[in-house]
């Protein structure tokens, strides 16, 4: 019990020099804790950005569907057009539904037309979008106001549209554009929708900020083009894709001529590629924010060696009175780890706020609803186990020499 008790005492006293020999100097001691705080901030806030980002990018690809092909016929050279017989066309997509019912869910297929429409006297580049039924589901639409092309629309021709949102603003700024007539080139449609993608596409996309989407038979009437750009394929689980995607070249090699080339995509590989992006790009930070505590470390080590230096005679005194090696050597450790794990623990603090406030703003932004800055309790408590660990690990040189000082030589320093 005894020796439990002196023990207690010992570091009590070590405890209590250390912190009055830092208190003497609060400014190199908040400045020695600056390096620190930076380095223990930059560790949580890499990974936190990186997390987003990684988050942010498979998000993106999640919601326009990790199971989602598509394909598009690759034209032979640059300059040269792609034969009528090689075109995708509206038999390949009924081949397609037919020979995979079990692993598609949907399909679809669309074409564009880049056309002018008047908006308040000025012209404007549109891209007019014929979709076939099914485009809604394929690529998960938002319809915003209004309703989407109802099946007896695409059967009938009915000349109706559905228009992106920020084409709806500059058409229409303050009326509801529902129920509208608008004009694109020579053709008049009426508008029944407003829509958006919930997720801009990752790769290639048709819908463009100011898009009319039309019935496909109706684009197929006014522009003779019987044609697909792309082929849209739904798979039912994503684990189906790659063979999804194979079938679907298959099926295009075999209806067309030998010469033909398709190019059959998915956004499994995109997925992928980002996961390890981000993974890379973690890495590399994390390495530059450890650099930056290995230079906060050897801001320690030295301050603590003028330290030491400074109070060379104090030391001897200690000593003079019966203080041991160890005594002298854990103060100085002490008053290294003490640099350390305050500015780790103000570092980790002021990097867990910055994504608190973040996620507090952007629930008043109506455009990032959703998004949310992760933090990693892992960065966190690595970066406090790291950042403290470097008081010790550069404090142990300077803790070392002022434990091996001998008391004659100390009390004769100026």
């Known amino acids: 019990m005894a020796s439990r008790e002196s023990q207690s005492a010992f570091w009590a006293e070590i405890w209590k020099l250390s912190a009055q020999a830092l208190l003497a100097n609060k400014l190199r001691s908040v400045l020695t804790m600056l390096g620190v705080i930076i380095g223990s901030a930059s560790i949580v806030l890499v990974v936190t950005i990186a997390l987003a980002g990684q988050r942010y990018v498979i998000a993106q690809i999640e919601g326009v569907g990790a199971n989602l092909v598509y394909a598009n016929v690759v034209p032979a050279g640059e300059a040269e057009p792609v034969a009528v017989s090689d075109q995708i066309g509206p038999a390949d997509l009924a081949v397609v539904s037919r020979s995979l019912p079990q692993l598609v869910t949907q399909t679809a297929g669309t074409n564009v ?13 549109v891209n007019l ?27 009938s021709r009915a000349k109706f549209c559905l228009i992106t949102q920020p084409l709806a603003l500059r058409m229409f700024p303050s009326e509801d554009p529902v129920g509208s007539e608008i004009q694109v080139g020579e053709l008049h449609f009426y508008v029944i929708g407003i829509f958006r993608e919930k997720v801009v596409a990752i790769g290639q996309s048709e819908i463009a900020r100011e898009t009319v989407l039309i019935p496909f038979p109706l684009l197929e009437y ?16 994503p684990e189906d894709v790659p063979l999804v995607t194979r079938q679907v070249a298959d099926i295009l090699q075999e209806r067309h001529r030998a010469g033909a080339h398709y190019r059959v995509q998915n956004l499994t590989g995109i997925l992928e590629t980002a996961r390890n992006i981000a993974l890379g790009l973690m890495a590399v930070l994390i390495l530059v924010a450890f650099i930056a505590l290995v230079i906060s470390g050897i801001g320690i080590m030295n ?19 019966g203080a041991s090696h160890d005594a002298i050597r854990y103060q100085f450790l002490m008053e290294a780890l003490a640099l350390s794990g305050i500015g780790a623990l103000a570092g980790v603090l002021l990097a867990i706020s910055i994504p608190v406030v973040l996620n507090f703003l952007l629930r008043f932004i109506p455009d990032a ?40 030589e100390a009390l004769h320093h100026e």
């Open 113 to 125: 037309v880049v056309m002018s429409v008047s908006v308040r006297g000025q012209e404007r580049q």
């Open 129 to 155: 979008v014929g979709a076939t039924e099914g485009f809604e589901q394929v690529r998960r639409l938002e319809i915003l106001r209004g309703r989407y092309l109802a099946p007896d629309d695409f059967q």
């Open 222 to 237: 006014y522009t003779g083009m019987n044609n697909f750009h792309t082929l849209y394929v739904r798979a039912d689980r």
């Open 303 to 321: 301050i603590m060696l003028v330290t030491v230096r400074e109070r060379t005679r104090e030391i001897g005194i200690r000593k003079a009175i």
């Open 369 to 408: 609803d959703g998004i949310v800055v992760p933090v990693s309790w892992i960065s966190v408590v690595l970066a406090f186990i790291v950042s403290s660990s470097t008081g010790l690990i550069f404090g142990y040189l300077p803790a070392n020499r002022a434990a091996r000082m001998q008391p004659a």
